[in-house]
């Protein structure tokens, strides 16, 4: 079956650190563009970043520089390192499967974090 | 502050046809490809159509996705119950270097 399985949200301070892993499963995890989405309660979806089978990543104006994306294809395992975190980094983030096109076929549960103090 | 601008509801009777627009401009929807989730109460958004008009496997005939210059539309035809969800539409826009989700649409079935 494939799957992502999200894990390490939590509460956090503000300006403190966290980070996110996702773990994927039945399916070549090296083969495809890995992203991470988040939104906030009641609001609407937020890409976050994107990085390539060749680890080339890609961030929002939002997040650069404070966050950082990784992936680590002998653990089948995408990371999302998130600094100075702020209360509107609040929310769920979920880690996805790009398909083709930007369009991401295969989504998490989802991991919360919830930055306040 | 999105870029993309949805409608914020939709709705319908069953059997009915819904439409949801997606307006964005020349660096978004103009010069990329559109893509359409779902997203029912509770649960993670699910990839409905990509690359416009396609339609990953498993997902409905009754979906069907549109582009035309800056604008884009997914239409739902025989409206179903279950339909009942949050729509967004997502483009990846040059200005920005980056992906960009509309503002989502809440399709209620009446």
């Known amino acids: 079956e494939v799957q992502l399985v999200e894990s390490g949200g939590g509460l956090v301070q503000p300006g403190g650190s966290l980070r996110l892993s996702c773990a994927a499963s039945?399916?070549?995890?090296?083969?495809?563009?890995m992203h991470w989405v988040r939104q906030a309660t009641g609001k609407g979806l937020e890409w976050v970043s994107a990085?390539?089978?060749?680890?080339?990543?890609y961030y929002p104006g939002s997040v650069k520089g404070r966050f950082t994306i990784s992936r680590e294809n002998a653990k089948n395992s995408l990371y999302l390192q998130m600094n100075s975190l702020r209360a509107g980094d609040t929310a769920v983030y979920y880690c996805?499967?790009?398909?083709?096109?930007?369009?991401?076929?295969?989504w998490g549960q989802g991991t919360t974090v919830t930055v306040s103090s | 502050q999105s870029v993309l601008t949805q409608p914020p509801s939709a709705s319908g009777t069953p059997g009915q046809r819904v439409t949801i627009s997606c307006s964005g401009s020349?660096?978004?929807?103009?010069?990329?490809?559109v893509n359409w989730y779902q997203q029912l109460p509770g649960t993670a958004p699910k990839l409905l159509i990509y690359?416009?008009?396609q339609r990953p496997s498993g997902v409905p005939d009754r979906f069907s996705g549109s582009k035309s210059g800056t604008s884009a539309s997914l239409a739902i035809s025989g409206l179903q119950s279950e339909d009942e969800a949050d729509y967004y539409c997502?483009?990846?826009?040059?200005?920005?270097?980056?992906?960009?989700f509309g503002t989502g649409t809440k399709v209620t079935v009446l």
């Open positions: 996805a499967r790009e398909y083709s096109s930007w369009g991401m076929d295969v």
């Open positions: 039945g399916f070549t995890f090296s083969s495809y563009d």
């Open positions: 690359s416009n008009n």
């Open positions: 997502a483009a990846w826009d040059d200005s920005l270097n980056g992906l960009v």
């Open positions: 990085i390539g089978t060749a680890g080339d990543p």
């Open positions: 020349s660096s978004n929807i103009g010069s990329n490809t």
